[in-house]
Structures are given as structure tokens and as C-alpha cells.
């Protein structure tokens, strides 16, 4: 039986939250989980990421040696909010804790980081035999998962699999189905001319790339892929008179299923590529492979393990497609088998952010589970 | 016929002139420099209160830019000599940006700038032939009806400066503005008119990843209308242009909300509310397809004109090309101009040019000779003023080629 103390683990996720740690200013957040789990025999690295992505601490890695012979596992949780996450005022309700409605909360990851700590104790105080424990704190997941896409690969080599805890949906909800994604950056060219004057002596590069993106399967192309126009920006306001010569647009395409993000990007590219060619013109692509997806069927071993874990703690293990990126996909891409396993916070991103006090504690037993069903 | 003007007079006038840095609202150097150079030519000038009105409607932000003392329209006036119709020549003091430290270099009877900057002929090119045009008028005893010599601010910015001039306070029957890009051979005697349009689509956010199909993506609304539209060259007298089109702000986010400012021109007013009217379908449809909200405001900017060859100020000015000895010639514009403002003030107004050419870029350039004639042209304009209309020979060509124009 899993005993954890729920007044401590309350009083340190209350502690973490108060920490400012948004995006780039995770270096307080790091010192603090340093400094509690040092004394508890976790023996951690920083890594270069900060310095390459300019932020105040790079990613923390904590290792846990083994107390009997069973394979290596990883967790994950990141360090780094959104905004505004700056002085949050947490307020204990009587089954939840939330923000002031100023800030988020930051429980998106911090419900994860406290998850992890706690577990640490547990396992010291109940002596409880566990494999060779690599907890993995990462920076910058909320800008683009940069954190976790900087680690250096040689992080996972001899771990058997990896857990991250960072979904949305309540304890138990285990996501074995994520996208990868690409980014996809075009530069659509014309030519300028003066729009009152000579309009014929110039090619919009607005309208190529309207014409382009009107043909364009976008949204939800199928149960496993979607696409999205982010961004779009051309011309020099105020002026109106001149036929513009180059319009940026920032796409995105996602599908678990590789084969089929390929065909959409090759889509979305020739949309771009054959709409220009119409127009005597050309667009320059450039296709950036973010990270890589989440694909497990629900009898792989990890599965297995997983749902091994939440039938422990008494709860119903179910598994989902997610349509988002996670720190799970990224090392995935480096070749560790990674579930993100649900935290149970809700309405993060937002003000309203809260997570209830019982999936604070199921997340630690939960934790502590895993480590004992390998 | 050849008037007493001064290359090398002309010249430093160009240079002095080139080297104050005037962007839009930025005029008070120049404005001050032009004022007293004017007074001491003989004209009374007086400056409006067009600077102070138009910086009062700017954002605060664009008021940072701004001089907080603007120089206003100088209107500069000389009592005629002799009876005749008073005259009214014009140009504007602002110039495009990049501008500060501009650098004129001859090369071969043109001058241009190192590239850093452009060079500011548009429009000082025609401020240099209206103060020579003055100089010879107060060293010589050339004869003049009553002269309005007019310099505007903001022109760039949309003819805000001309806008904001007292029509009631002149009194001209016949108006030549000195800014068209071409030769000084080159009479504008059309422009169009012109309206903006603003447009703001607004969909509905979403994670592109999660849930897109709960979104509206207003880039892809905006695609949609806009691939319906017809833009550029619509037809020899209208055009349509998307200048500025904005949105979205990450990748991750299904975008809902869009930002597109554009233009539409045409020499007549019935085409112009055709092209309006094809822009407001075409977005409410694409809005309507897909569930958005559409906003659109148009701007009218300024009115075009068409003048006939047999008016006045296209007679007059046609005369003054032969007297100096030049074959004009009858052009429409696509832009519009102080010109435009002139007309719909009711004070018939061609464009002339001054021949500033690759105006608003850095190769921007000017023909030595070109700022000679267009002084040249002031002075047989106001000259031709004085003599009586003689039976102009009628030019059946000349008509055909309007009528072709138009």
C-alpha cells in the first residue's frame, strides 16, 4: 500500500507555484528542485540548453540508482509555465487549489514536478525497491518544446521506457496516440510595381498566396491529422499603392500516422509551389520536422505497465489520441518509448487554471506506482 | 523662346533643398527655408493651420513622430503685373522615407544619391522650378497675372496636406501642379480616383492540433475571398491592389483574426463603386461560407478628374511646351496627386512633370535638363496667361488620342 503524506505534498505543490519559472526563468524552480532532492541521494546535471536557448538554466537531470536489478525508466515533467505566471497567488479551496484569477496557476507543470519530488520521498521513506530512477526537468516546453528538443541524445540511452506527466484528463487517462508535427515556413514571391501606376508590371504575392491556401485541405483533414495556416504578414502599412512582392506564411501539419503527415505537408507544399508556378512567380518552403509522434497500440508493454499503475492506485486506466505535442514526442523521436500519462489539472492556460487536491495525491501514487510495476 | 533662369542657381537650390530631411509632418525646417526665400522673391506668404489639424487627428504613437510645432501649406502671393486670369502653381514639401543625409551625385546631367536614401526630386524637383520660376520673375520685368505659388505638407501620407487648403482663400482659375514623374512635356490631364479599404475578419480560435474543427481560421477566409477577386490591372482606367494583409500570431492556434488594407483606383467613379462592390462580396461571401464576421470600411481618399483638351489649364499648358520648345503630350496618371484635391476643390488642375523618375526608391533620379524646363515651363505658362487664347490650331489627333485614353 502507498501511504503519501497529503498535508506535505499540499504544502509543496502550494511552495512551487509561488516560484515565478515562466518560459527562459526556470533557474529558481531548478534550484529548488536541486535542493530537494539532492539530500535524498538524486545525483543531477544541467545540460546546455539554457545557453542555447538563452534562458536562465538548462534542463535538469536527476538520476536515482536502482535499489534492486529492474530496467531504467524516465520521468518527465517541465519546469516552465505560460504567462501570466508571474506572482501567483495560489488559493486552497476545499478540494482545490487555484490561482487569484491574475495569473495561471501553474499547475501545467508543476502538479508534475511536485508528482515527482513526493515520489522520491515516498520510495526513502517506505523503502520501497525501484529500478534505476532518471527524472528529467525540462525548460521551455511551452515555447515549442524547445527544452526537451535541445536535450543531447545520449540522455536515453540504457532506459527502458519513459513516462511523462503533462496531459490534460483526469488520473488514468493515458495518451498513447500524439501527432508529429512539421513546421512549415513559405515565402511566396512577386514582383513590386506601383498599384495605381503600373499594376500589370507586378505579381501580388498576396494574391498568389491566397490562391494557394483557398485550395488547401486544412483544419481536420482526418481522425488522425490536421493542418493549420498560423500566421500570415505582407506589405508596409500604410501603403496601399504598391503591389507587394513578398508575403511570409507559417504553417503547421499534424498526424500520429507519418506516412500521412508527409502527404498532407507534400500537399500543402505543391498548393503553395503549383500556385506560384501559375502565376510566374515562385514560393520558397522550408519544412521543419518539430518532433515526432506518439504511436502505441494499447497491448504495447509500456501500455501495459501504465495501465498496471492506475489499476493499483484504483482507478480505470484509459487510453486516447491527443491532437498536441508534448516533451513525450520528442523523445520518442530519440528513440524512448514515452507515454504522457494525465495529470488530472484543468483550464490551464488560463486564469481559471485549478486542479483538485485528490488528483494532486493520486498523482504521487500514481508516480510511485509506475516505479513498482516495471 | 528662352527665359533668363540659371543652371548653376537651380542647381544649388535642388541641393539646399535635398538636404533638409522631410518626411511626412516633418516639414518645419524646409517650410521655414521656402517662407523666407519666397518673401524676399516677393511674394507674401502665409502659412495654414494644416500641420496643427492633421497632427490632431493622428494616434498618439504616430504623434511622437510628428513635429510638435507642423509646418502648415505655405500659400505664397504675388500681385500681378498685368490683367489676366491669377495662375496657381504647386508643390509639396514632404518627401518619402529613407531620406536623412541624402547625397547627391551628377552623373552625366543626372542626379541621383549613393542608394542609402532616395533622393527627394518628388517633389523638390518642382519646389526648385517654382523658386527659379520666382527669381526670374523679380530680376526681370516679366509680366505675371496674380500668382498663387502654393508648398503642401503630407502629401505622402494621402494629399493630407492639400485636403486642409481654404479654397474660398484662393482665387486661381487655372492650377499646374509641378509633381508627375514624367517629363515636363508629360500633361497629366486624368487621374483616378481613389478609395481604401479596410477589412478585419474575425473567426474563431481554436488549438490547431486539439480541436481545429472548433476554429475558424480568418487567414483562410481572407485566402478564399481574395482568390475570388480580381486584382492589378482591371481595366486601362481602373486598378485594384491588396497592399497589407496581417494575422495570426503562432502556429499552434487556429488564427481568428485578419487584417487586410487595400486599394481601389479608377478614372471613372461608376467602375470605382463596381470594384467596391465586388470587394464587399466577395469578403461577405467567404465570411458567410465559413461562419466569420466580416468588417469593411472604405476610405475614400480623393476624387479623380479627366479634363477635355479644349480646357483652359490643358490649352495653357500645351502652349507653354511649344513656347519652350517642347511637344506635349496628353498622358493619364494611375496615381493621384495634390491635383486631385485641386479639381475637386474647383480649381481645374493638371499634373505636370518634373521629371523625378524611380520616385519613392532609392534609384530615384533627375535629368539636369528636366529641372530646367520645368522652371522653363512656369514662366511660358505664365507668359502664354497673358496673351490672348490665339485660335489654336485644331488638332483632330490630339483629341483622338484622349478619346482613345479615356
Redesign the interface.
Given at each position: 500500500m502507498i501511504e503519501v503524506n497529503r498535508q506535505r505534498l499540499i504544502q509543496e505543490f502550494m511552495e512551487l507555484v509561488q516560484i515565478d519559472s515562466e518560459s527562459k526563468q526556470e533557474r529558481s524552480m531548478a534550484d529548488r528542485i536541486r535542493q530537494t532532492l539532492e539530500p535524498l541521494g538524486v545525483v543531477f546535471e544541467e545540460d546546455d540548453a539554457g545557453t542555447k536557448l538563452g534562458g536562465s538554466t538548462g534542463n535538469l537531470i536527476g538520476r536515482l540508482p536502482g535499489t534492486i536489478d529492474k530496467p531504467a525508466i524516465l520521468f518527465t515533467c517541465h519546469m516552465d509555465t505560460v504567462a501570466p505566471g508571474k506572482g501567483v497567488k495560489p488559493i486552497r479551496l476545499e478540494d482545490r487549489i487555484t490561482s487569484d484569477g491574475t495569473t495561471v496557476l501553474g499547475s501545467d507543470d508543476k502538479a508534475g514536478v511536485t508528482a515527482l519530488i513526493e515520489m522520491v520521498r515516498v520510495i526513502k521513506e517506505q523503502q520501497l525497491d525501484h529500478g534505476p530512477l532518471v527524472l528529467l526537468f525540462t525548460i521551455c516546453e511551452e515555447i515549442g518544446l524547445m527544452g526537451s528538443r535541445s536535450l543531447d541524445p545520449s540522455v536515453v540511452e540504457g532506459i527502458a521506457y519513459g513516462f511523462a506527466f503533462d496531459s490534460n484528463g483526469p488520473i488514468g487517462d493515458i495518451v498513447t496516440q500524439a501527432?508529429a508535427?512539421n513546421?512549415i515556413e513559405v515565402v511566396v514571391h512577386g514582383k513590386k510595381a506601383?498599384?495605381?501606376?503600373?499594376?500589370?508590371a507586378?505579381i501580388?504575392a498576396?494574391?498568389v498566396?491566397?490562391?494557394?491556401?483557398?485550395k488547401?485541405k486544412?483544419?481536420?483533414v482526418d481522425n488522425e491529422t490536421?493542418?493549420?495556416?498560423?500566421?500570415?504578414?505582407?506589405?508596409?502599412?500604410?501603403?496601399?499603392?504598391?503591389?507587394?512582392d513578398r508575403?511570409e506564411v507559417?504553417?503547421?501539419a499534424?498526424s500520429s500516422n507519418l506516412n500521412k503527415l508527409e502527404e498532407q505537408t507534400v500537399h500543402m507544399r505543391e498548393c503553395f509551389e503549383q500556385t506560384a508556378a501559375d502565376f510566374h512567380t515562385k514560393a520558397d518552403i522550408q519544412v521543419f520536422q518539430m518532433y515526432s509522434s506518439i504511436s502505441f497500440p494499447d497491448d504495447a508493454e509500456i501500455v501495459s505497465i501504465a495501465k498496471r499503475a492506475v489499476t493499483t492506485i484504483g482507478r480505470t486506466p484509459r487510453t486516447f489520441r491527443?491532437?498536441?505535442?508534448s516533451d513525450a514526442n520528442v523523445l520518442n523521436g530519440l528513440g524512448l518509448p514515452t507515454l504522457n500519462l494525465a495529470v488530472g489539472y484543468e483550464n490551464i492556460h488560463t486564469v481559471e487554471e485549478f486542479i483538485r487536491l485528490d488528483d494532486l495525491y493520486l498523482g504521487v501514487k500514481l508516480i510511485v506506482a509506475v516505479t513498482q510495476c516495471i | 523662346m528662352t527665359y533668363p533662369i540659371k543652371r548653376e542657381r537651380i542647381l544649388k537650390t535642388f541641393r539646399t533643398l535635398v538636404e533638409f530631411n522631410t518626411p511626412s509632418g516633418q516639414e518645419r525646417d524646409v517650410a521655414d527655408w521656402l517662407s523666407a526665400a519666397m518673401n524676399q522673391l516677393g511674394f507674401e506668404v502665409t502659412e495654414d493651420g494644416a500641420g496643427r489639424n492633421i497632427r490632431s487627428n493622428l494616434a498618439e504613437v504616430d504623434k511622437a513622430v510628428h513635429d510638435d510645432r507642423p509646418a502648415g501649406n505655405l500659400i505664397c502671393r504675388k500681385k500681378g503685373t498685368a490683367e489676366g486670369p491669377t495662375l496657381l502653381f504647386s508643390s509639396h514639401m514632404d518627401t518619402v522615407v529613407p531620406n536623412p543625409n541624402v547625397k547627391v551625385i551628377e552623373t552625366d546631367g543626372v542626379l541621383h544619391t549613393d542608394k542609402n536614401t532616395i533622393l527627394g526630386a518628388d517633389d523638390k524637383a518642382g519646389i526648385t522650378a517654382m523658386l527659379e520660376a520666382a527669381h526670374v520673375l523679380a530680376e526681370s520685368k516679366m509680366e505675371h497675372p496674380d500668382l498663387e505659388f502654393i508648398f503642401t505638407v503630407s502629401e505622402e501620407t494621402g494629399l493630407d496636406g492639400a485636403r486642409q487648403l481654404d479654397a474660398s482663400e484662393l482665387k486661381a482659375k487655372a492650377a499646374f501642379n509641378m509633381d508627375s514623374g514624367g517629363p515636363p512635356d508629360e500633361i497629366i490631364y486624368a487621374a483616378p480616383a481613389e478609395t481604401d479599404f479596410h477589412i478585419k475578419i474575425k473567426g474563431k480560435a481554436a488549438h490547431s492540433g486539439v480541436n481545429p474543427e472548433d476554429g475558424i481560421n480568418a487567414i483562410v477566409v481572407a485566402a478564399h475571398a481574395i482568390s475570388k477577386l480580381q486584382v492589378g490591372r482591371i481595366d486601362e482606367e481602373t486598378t485594384v491592389n491588396i497592399g497589407i494583409i496581417s494575422g495570426g500570431c503562432k502556429t499552434n492556434m487556429v488564427p481568428d483574426s485578419v487584417e487586410i488594407i487595400g486599394e481601389a483606383r479608377s478614372l471613372s467613379q461608376d467602375k470605382l463603386a463596381e470594384q467596391l462592390a465586388n470587394i464587399q462580396s466577395a469578403f461577405h461571401r467567404a465570411a458567410d461560407k465559413f461562419q466569420a464576421e466580416v468588417d469593411i470600411k472604405e476610405l475614400p481618399m480623393y476624387e479623380g478628374y479627366v479634363m477635355k483638351a479644349s480646357d483652359e489649364v490643358v490649352q495653357l499648358a500645351q502652349s507653354a511646351c511649344r513656347k519652350i520648345g517642347l511637344s506635349p503630350k496628353l498622358a493619364p496618371r494611375g496615381g493621384g496627386s495634390d491635383a486631385n484635391v485641386y479639381n475637386q476643390k474647383g480649381i481645374p488642375c493638371v499634373n505636370v512633370g518634373v521629371g523625378a523618375k524611380d520616385d519613392h526608391t532609392v534609384q530615384e533620379q533627375v535629368k539636369i535638363d528636366h529641372l530646367l524646363q520645368a522652371a522653363s515651363l512656369i514662366l511660358g505658362i505664365i507668359e502664354c496667361s497673358l496673351q490672348p487664347q490665339q485660335e489654336q490650331q485644331h488638332e483632330p489627333e490630339q483629341e483622338q488620342h484622349l478619346a482613345e485614353a479615356l
Open positions: 501527432p508535427q513546421r506601383h498599384a495605381g501606376v503600373n499594376p500589370e507586378g501580388s498576396i494574391q498566396a491566397a490562391h494557394a491556401i483557398s488547401m486544412l483544419g481536420r490536421t493542418a493549420n495556416i498560423g500566421i500570415i504578414g505582407g506589405g508596409v502599412p500604410p501603403a496601399t499603392n504598391i503591389v507587394i508575403v507559417v504553417a503547421e499534424r491527443t491532437g498536441g505535442g | -
